[in-house]
């Protein structure tokens, strides 16, 4: 049985010629400093985890995964709320996630809920300049006394990390 062989000429930048889909950069940030919300407003807020890239070529995508750990409290006993989170450029536009209108993430007479929200998402910046990538929350709703946390404290959901890799286009 004959075994074929394929050599090519890797330049320096690690990428092949005319090739797309190779990793070029490597960006990664964990926060663990507590943010918190009060549920009343759908107004967005930072979380505190954030990173910026920049990319080497106008045509890249940039991928963004992570997760950000959050938990929501009542400290009123049961109750019911809503809230969203979304990945958001440096001047807070939504790239992807959820408006701020919208209901995302929900509980019906609960006392508390965490969990990690996983981020996954790819994104064309279509520049050379640095681009921020921020994750945002709002805490828009409740019929009680919430609090929406980020990297809560003295819990297991108190880090959360975001990875962006720029991918050539």
Not at 27 to 44: N, P
Not at 95 to 101: I, K, P, V
Not at 144 to 159: A, F, H, M
Request: charged fraction near 15%.
């Amino acid at each position: 049985m004959s075994e074929l062989r394929t050599n090519r000429i890797v330049p320096r930048d690690g990428l092949v010629s005319g090739a797309s889909g190779g990793i070029i950069q490597v960006v990664h940030a964990t926060a663990t400093s507590e943010t918190t919300q009060g549920f009343s407003s759908d107004a967005f807020v930072d979380t505190g985890l954030s990173a910026s890239i920049t990319p080497t070529r106008s045509d890249s995508k940039i991928l963004v995964t992570g997760y950000l750990s959050f938990y929501a409290h009542n400290s009123g006993g049961n109750g019911s709320a809503e809230w969203n989170f979304a990945v958001c450029d440096g001047s807070n536009n939504v790239l992807d996630g959820t408006t701020a209108s919208t209901e995302g993430y929900r509980f019906n007479e609960l006392y508390a809920q965490g969990g990690k929200h996983t981020i996954n998402f790819l994104h064309s910046p279509s520049t050379t300049s640095a681009f921020t990538y921020k994750m945002r929350m709002n805490a828009r709703n409740s019929n009680n006394s919430l609090i929406l946390y980020c990297q809560k404290g003295s819990t297991g959901n108190n880090i959360s990390r975001i990875t962006l890799m720029e991918v050539s286009g």
